[in-house]
């Protein structure tokens, strides 16, 4: 497999301020991928062009905000058809907005929103019963024509920072994801017959964790 890269990037700014920008094109050839029977293709090709924006800001002495943003346009032939489709990590828009504000005493807190457009998959629009492997045949849609429900999490985190001794950190730290329990799809799956499309839910359900770490720092001599 091959690849063909142009990037152009611009910076402003440095430290607690920064704004950078990227823009990128590239082009694939000698792609290797899998059919829906697990057979691999190769000669493959394809294209991705999009953009990247980072922005961090400081408000004040103790908050700090951070912006990123991605969009992308990236196709591939498809393995099982030969066809030009949309690729199945083409996530088009991503989003993430996340803000630490320090607090007297070693304390922080920090949140984080996240937001992704749904990646694509195939649908299946039908099935035929095969006697000899008594087993359902399914007939797929057009390759990935359509696309999970878009995926949204809010994240928020407390942490205190303490020195032991001179050279001894200890930090704990309280941390719950998925605040608001949203449910983001993983995948679709089907039962035996293809009649029932099944959603399976995201591993990131609201979530709490919990703990502490300590560092001795050695110093040379």
């Known amino acids: 497999m ?3 890269q142009y990037v152009l990037g611009w910076q402003m700014g440095e430290d607690k301020r920064i704004a950078r920008v990227e823009l990128y094109d590239k082009q694939y050839r000698d792609l290797v991928g899998l059919t829906h029977d697990k057979a691999v293709v190769g000669d493959g090709t394809g294209q991705a062009r999009g953009a990247d924006v980072f922005v ?17 346009d990236s196709r591939r032939t498809d393995p099982s058809t030969g066809i030009m489709a949309p690729a199945a990590f083409d996530i088009t828009n991503s989003v993430s907005l996340i803000a630490d504000q320090q607090l007297p005493k070693g304390w922080s807190v920090s949140g984080a929103f996240r937001y992704a457009t749904g990646k694509p998959y195939t649908p299946v629009v039908g099935a035929s019963f095969d006697s000899v492997t008594a087993v359902w045949d399914p007939r797929y849609d057009v390759p990935n024509s ?12 407390i942490s205190r920072l303490t ?27 089907y039962n035996a ?4 499309r099944i959603p399976i839910r995201s591993l990131f359900k609201r979530s709490v964790y919990f703990g502490a770490s300590l560092t001795h720092l050695e110093l040379g001599k």
């Open 2 to 4: 091959a690849s063909r």
């Open 56 to 72: 961090k800001h400081g408000i004040g002495p103790y908050l700090s905000a951070r912006l990123t943003y991605s969009y992308v």
């Open 146 to 157: 359509d696309r999970l429900p878009a995926a949204e999490r809010l994240d928020l985190s």
């Open 163 to 189: 020195y032991l001794g001179p050279r001894t950190i200890l930090v704990y730290f309280f941390s719950l994801e998925n605040v608001l329990d949203r449910v983001n799809l993983y995948e679709y799956t």
């Open 193 to 196: 017959d293809y009649t029932q």
